[in-house]
């Protein structure tokens, strides 16, 4: 049996109270795409891998809401184009999310897993169908026959699929969240046959969980942040006691420093010659992804790494700088979005003044 999953790195309570929910453990989704994530309204079935993840801030997303159509070409009877009359449309953030089950998996079990869990956490099912029902070829055309529908395109050229034997499903729901404003879920599942007799993680037949999340809300511009020169740095330290730098960057999950981090490093060393009197707390911060004492430890090893760069690379004595880690403590905006969560992933300078 598959049950659906709590998501990975986000625990909504609009999904405490589905029964069929069961507690997710890290190593379930250790085979995931790196980077990869369930979306914080949208649980997975159990047993399920990511295989592709894509996500975008800002992009204007139509997400059927009813069965395709065929329109015909009016020179040629015999050709046509599959359309989806019933749409919603969405400006904000968009999620592609594609996971593969064992090919035991049933796409019916998993269509009514979806369906219980939307219904249980408030949303409303604006469409669900199977193989005709979705556009009288038994949902093949549906799926691929428009290279706009449904935009999963990690699935082209990978899977085969037929009319016959794919056992298209698929389902829409929506909601008006407080907190996430407008969402809307597509969800596809098919069996799918691995071209070129190949094999994924769930060997050479397995089955697909496509889902497509629509989220409005307005979008919040993150400027490219441009590197700080010492006077720029010096400034920040005499007006407010501190100021962060988010040009020093980590490897993913990491404390080792990234070469493109060198230019940044290099201008506080400057600064720290130019000023011998100034010493300096190094303070590490990382977003709300992962758990509180994880990310503790992490922004502290970040902090130390900076702190034996300067003084291996730059020769500023030890006894100048202390690093500490904040962890998720002292975020500079919301979490809610990638834009704030790469704002609260930096390193902040702040000035040890003697008493």
Do not use: K
């Amino acid at each position: 049996m598959y049950r659906l999953l709590r998501p990975r790195r986000h625990v909504s309570a609009t999904f405490a109270m589905i029964a069929l929910l069961c507690v997710s453990s890290p190593l379930l989704f250790a085979d995931d795409v790196e980077g990869s994530s369930d979306h914080p309204l949208v649980p997975r079935v159990g047993g399920a891998v990511i295989v592709d993840h894509i996500y975008r801030q800002l992009e204007q997303v139509s997400l059927p809401v009813g069965p395709a159509e065929r329109v015909p070409d009016p020179d040629n009877p015999r050709r046509g184009t599959w359309t989806w009359p019933e749409s919603e449309e969405i400006e904000g953030e968009h999620w592609s999310i594609v996971y593969t089950l064992p090919e035991d998996a049933s796409t019916l079990h998993v269509l009514r897993s979806y369906t219980q869990a939307f219904e249980e956490a408030g949303f409303e099912v604006l469409f669900s169908g199977s193989g005709d029902e979705l556009d009288g070829q038994n949902g093949y055309s549906a799926f691929f026959a428009n290279n706009d529908t449904l935009r999963h395109t990690s699935l082209r050229g990978t899977h085969q699929r037929s009319p016959r034997e794919s056992d298209f499903r698929y389902i829409a729901a929506g909601m008006d969240h407080p907190e996430y404003g407008r969402v809307v879920v597509a969800v596809s599942t098919f069996n799918a046959r691995r071209r070129g007799g190949g094999t994924s993680i769930h060997g050479g037949n397995p089955t697909i969980v496509a889902v497509e999340i629509a989220q409005s809300g307005e979008l919040e511009i993150v400027m490219e942040h441009r590197v700080l020169e010492p006077d720029d740095l010096e400034r920040g330290l005499i007006v407010d006691g501190r100021i962060a730098v988010h040009n020093i960057l980590f490897g993913f999950d990491s404390a080792e420093i990234l070469p493109e981090s060198a230019e940044s490093l290099g201008h506080i060393a400057s600064l720290m010659r130019d000023r011998p009197d100034l010493n300096l707390l190094v303070v590490g911060h990382t977003d709300s992804v992962g758990s509180y004492d994880y990310n503790l430890d992490l922004s502290y090893q970040r902090a130390r790494s900076v702190s034996q760069w300067l003084t291996s690379e730059h020769g500023i004595p030890a006894e100048r700088l202390r690093p500490a880690g904040a962890g998720m403590m002292s975020p500079a905006t919301s979490n809610r979005t990638e834009a704030g969560r790469e704002l609260n992933r930096r390193v902040e300078l702040v000035e040890i003044v003697q008493s």
